[in-house]
């Protein structure tokens, strides 16, 4: 079976600091695409970056990058110069061919003033 | 405009009632999802559907039913409610394969808080 582990429950990070957040997964499929999403209390669901299988270059957007590890089935994710708008859930995703996601249970990231 | 509504955003029902949750989408697409979130347990798929006549069981169908109206609309119903499916709602939209550079990425609206009680 396919499935998506994130560890940390909750993690707080103080505003300007970096902070990583993991996420590991299990599958025997070689192509597949790695997620990670944000959930403000909003609760409106926000991708933030993601990551094709294929790609040995790990993804960035602006603050947010990835450390995807093929080998170890590891796709965590770092946010540098966190900010209070940062606060929110974060939940690592998998998707393979048959087009359905699989999620993790979620981090809840704190961020302090 | 929102690409994906859902309409309504919260609900507070009995057990035992019947309940319809709808999606609609301007996107397009031809994949459209529902998913229930608990605390604890991330978001988990109860029903997908890749076009008006291909629906598809997801992981946690049982209580559930969908129906795809159109391409746009998407209903989720639970027939005889109880409290155990008290989550917040989620549907989402995806793109048929090779339709765009990012065709695997899920659209979400914004959430249905149901309350069961």
């Known amino acids: 079976a396919q499935t998506v582990t994130q560890s940390q429950p909750e993690m707080s990070v103080q505003e300007a600091e970096t902070v990583t957040l993991s996420c590991t997964y299990d599958?025997?499929?070689?192509?597949?695409?790695l997620f990670w999403y944000k959930q403000p209390p909003s609760r409106q669901m926000i991708l933030v970056i993601r990551?094709?299988?294929?790609?040995?270059q790990n993804a960035t957007e602006n603050r947010f990058s990835v450390n995807f590890q093929k080998a170890a089935k590891s796709f965590s994710l770092k946010i540098s110069d966190s900010q209070l708008g940062d606060a929110a859930m974060y939940f690592c995703a998998f998707q393979t061919g048959t087009y359905k996601y699989i999620f993790g249970t979620g981090t809840r990231l704190k961020v302090l003033a | 405009d929102a690409d994906v509504t859902q309409t309504p955003r919260n609900r507070i029902t009995k057990t035992g009632k019947r309940i319809m949750l709808e999606c609609s989408q301007t996107k397009g697409h031809d994949r459209m999802y529902w998913y229930r979130q608990d605390p604890g347990l991330g978001l988990r798929l109860i029903y997908y559907s890749f076009d008006v006549k291909d629906i598809n069981k997801g992981e946690i169908s049982d209580g559930y039913s969908v129906s795809r109206q159109a391409q746009a609309k998407f209903s989720l119903s639970l027939e005889s409610a109880i409290p155990n499916q008290t989550a917040l709602y989620f549907c989402?939209?995806?793109?048929?394969?090779?339709?765009?550079?990012?065709?695997?990425?899920?659209?979400f609206g914004p959430g249905t808080r149901l309350t069961v009680l």
């Open positions: 990551q094709e299988a294929y790609k040995q």
């Open positions: 599958t025997s499929e070689s192509d597949y695409y």
């Open positions: 989402a939209t995806s793109d048929q394969p090779g339709q765009g550079l990012h065709y695997n990425e899920q659209f």
